[in-house]
């Protein structure tokens, strides 16, 4: 009888460990580096900054250009 439960539960672990390997892993998101989201933050950063530099340079302009 032991020997029967041992074999079975060995085949058990063997299929579960199978299983795992095969099912999806958790939710978990992906880990990003300090270094990656630093860059991540500068990239979306340049055009907000590049939109808030057009739009300050086409205000300056149109004064100037109904005093003409």
Known sequence: MNRKKKVVSTLKKRAKKA???LAPHSNKPR???KAEREK???ETEAPQQE??????ESVQEEPTAENS
């Open 51 to 56: 939109e808030t530099i057009q739009q300050a």
């Open 40 to 42: 991540m933050a500068l």
């Open 31 to 33: 880990y990003i580096s």
């Open 19 to 21: 299983n795992a390997k």
